[in-house]
DNA sequence: TCGCAATGTTACCACTGTCAACAATGTAGT
DNA sequence: ACTACATTGTTGACAGTGGTAACATTGCGA
């Protein structure tokens, strides 16, 4: 176990160390310049140390991008309401929470589904979007098994669900969808229309 | 007039050529490396030449994804059904004909949505964004006005559906919704599923 | 016809991703 | 303890990129 004081040789931990600094960078880079000499820089280290740890660039955006994918699903299953008393209720706050994640890490989510560099993170992503996705469709089941919800092939339901949430967290990204405050009035009207959408119809 | 011929020094319309290429690069290009010298070399000139015609990088790829905004807007109003029956039958080929503009030109539309080059994009997209929007405004305001869609803020609702309707088209792009057909099963029970959050319940 | 503005070319700069060669360090086997 | 080796970091190079400045060529108006 090296010291940290005095600057050995060996860093000791530069993988973690190149991970984090990438989060940081797309934490607080605005204008989503990725440079991996960049973030040997920060790391304070030489601009092919990266190299020892991950064969290219795409190799470590892809390690960032799994990492986002975790982050999301754990926010979501933290955003999971207790009671819900309906569909609507159970739905919001995890649609708010994903929205917000987007909104707060808007270069990683960004990068999360970006195929941009080379189809990698493209590739990789199926396994970690999926259990995304499981989330959704483990709610709809749930709905409809209680009987609150359409009886309708699940995975189309669930595709909508999703596509939804996402496409409004890239508009708001975007800045399109003002994303003034999360809880603003079309991001809330868009979310009721889908719980419309999925639930049974009542009596008006 | 110069003699396309012979190759003059001046190119004669290098502006144009340079945005066709531009679409072109875009269009077969699926990995996403656009890179200026790559356009001036295939539009036979000097890599500087562009710069004669655009300020940089950036501002040529707003001028591209003008063009698709314009392209997209042709689109779904080609796809516009003439006397629909039902919300469903008219929203439904909108829909088909956005997603499938999507998948068929992936580069140009995520280009479209991205922010990456500097906020030049975003910024300037909004208009040209605006009128793909009101596309979907006003079928739901017509739609309000008929009284086949539900009484809700027409802006939240035409969120929704742009929402909706964009989130299923990255997530084609993307390769996780299958598109491997436009038709296909979860396409269609997602776009259901919004028809009904938007339209007035029907006794069952 | 002459002079100037527009347009294209060449040469250069800083920067990037990536690789090969080299240096320093930890570690296993004797 | 000592030595050979694998690990990890550094330096220096290469090609390719966006961008700028200086120069060349052309078209066009006074």
Redesign the interface.
Known sequence: MTDVQNRPYHHGDLRRTIIETGLDILRDE???QFTLREVARRAGVSHAAPYKHFPDKAALLVELAMIGFDRLREALAGAKPEAPQSLFEEIMPISLAYVAFGTDNPALY?LM?S??E??SV?MH??QR?LAV?DIVLDMLSRGQDAGTI?K??V???A??????????T??A?????VPEKVGS??????????????AI??P?
């Open positions: 605005k204008n989503w960004r589904f195929a941009e080379g189809r493209g992503l199926d979007a996705f359409r309708r092939p995975r189309g339901q595709t909508a669900a999703w596509a939804l949430i996402h496409g409004i890239l508009l990204i975007d800045g399109i969808l009035a079309p991001l809330d009207a868009a979310i009721a229309t889908l719980v419309e959408g999925l119809p009542q008006i």
